[in-house]
């Protein structure tokens, strides 16, 4: 396995990914519409200890739809999401996809909170679909 690496906008938080992901999945709820300013965010999934980071990320509080807290970190100078961390799923992280540095071979396995999803966005081919969360 090739390690990836992946950072915010600014260069301050920089990180290394030691393993392949565990779920890629594409996420439309309303909180990832908002965090990427886009319509969906696409999230990696891996084990805690096979992320290493360096630089100092902020983080936000938020409640998931559980009612459990999702820690939300990003950037302190340019804002860049970089990774949540859930009670739902301790010793995990979700890494923003869209910080990797290279996004080569990395397939949706699944599309969650499509009840969310625009309309006139086609599903991705080969992706499970569910209205919430799995």
Not at 36 to 43: E, I, K, P, Q, Y
Not at 52 to 68: A, C, K, L, P, R
Not at 85 to 97: D, S
Request: glycine share 10%.
């Amino acid at each position: 396995m090739q390690e990836r690496e992946g950072g915010c906008l600014c260069g301050a938080v920089r990180y290394v990914l030691k393993s392949e992901p565990r779920g890629i999945a594409i996420c439309h709820c309303t909180h990832c519409q908002k965090l990427s300013g886009s319509l969906f965010s696409l999230n990696l999934v891996l084990r805690e200890a096979d992320y290493e980071q360096s630089g100092e990320t902020v983080t936000y509080v938020d409640m998931g739809d559980s009612g459990q807290p999702v820690y939300r970190h990003f950037c302190g100078n340019c804002g860049s999401p970089i990774l949540a961390k859930t009670a739902l799923m301790p010793g995990k992280v979700v890494v923003k996809a869209g910080t990797l540095d290279k996004l080569e071979g990395l397939q949706p396995q699944a599309e969650i909170y499509t009840d969310h999803a625009v309309e006139w966005l086609t599903p991705v081919p080969g992706a499970t679909r569910f209205p919430q969360n799995v």
